[in-house]
């Protein structure tokens, strides 16, 4: 909980960084749109947020929102997650999230009734890296679930390491690799280190030449963290 003082719309302040964690609002879009192009330069816009879809998130599920400020300023965001509420079938992973939102009823593609919450984004600035940000988005994504009744958390995560690896492996066999802890990605290896496991290679899941459009299909499942807290006699993150 944030102390008292804090500006009221603060949900969370992070305990290893002192971030102050927000719901997505309209008035952020500009800032977080800017945020998603320097984030993920070899990707397509088209495959990031706009302002406009920010906007729909914000008010179709803000509760799966988080953006962070440092510091009560307020002049930029400097970290996100952010996702929305699916139906999803594991036993057939392969998707591309641009069908599972435009199937979808509502403009941001939540389903209210929705079994997962699916990651549509997590962003650190580089200049904020590697100080647990990353880490305290996914515990306050994994909260989401277990106040929610989600099974748990679902996603395409990008593998930038695949680039250098592609012209000798296949991105399955590069996921191996990463998962055996032979070889490191960014991403994927701070995802699997945040409890994830990784269940296979998406094709064209992203329009990004440097890794031929390739990303992972990662899950948690709350119900793990559950019975982890039962057996432990205590509450969760
Ligand atoms: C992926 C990403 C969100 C991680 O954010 P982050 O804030 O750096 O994450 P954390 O600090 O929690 O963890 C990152 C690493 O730093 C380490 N770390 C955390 N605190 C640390 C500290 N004080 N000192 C040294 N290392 C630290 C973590 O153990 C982790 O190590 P690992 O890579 O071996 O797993 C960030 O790199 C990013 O925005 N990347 C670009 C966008 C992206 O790829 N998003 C994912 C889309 S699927």
Known sequence: MPDQGMPADVIAVGPVSGLQYVRLQASMAEAMEAMELAAFPTALPEDLYSAAELIDLSREFPQGTFVGFDGDGRVEPVACGLGIRVDFDLTSPQHNLHNLIDEADS????????????????????????RGIGKELYNLRKQVCLDLGLKGIIAGGVIPGYA????TMTADEYIDAVRAGELYDRTLTFQLGNGFDVLCALENYIKDPAVDNYASMIVWHARDEEDDSTSQGGSST
């Open 107 to 130: 403009a941001s593609g939540d389903d209210p009734n929705g079994e997962w919450y699916y990651g549509t984004d997590i962003i650190v600035r580089p200049d904020y890296r590697r």
């Open 164 to 167: 250098e690896h592609k012209k």
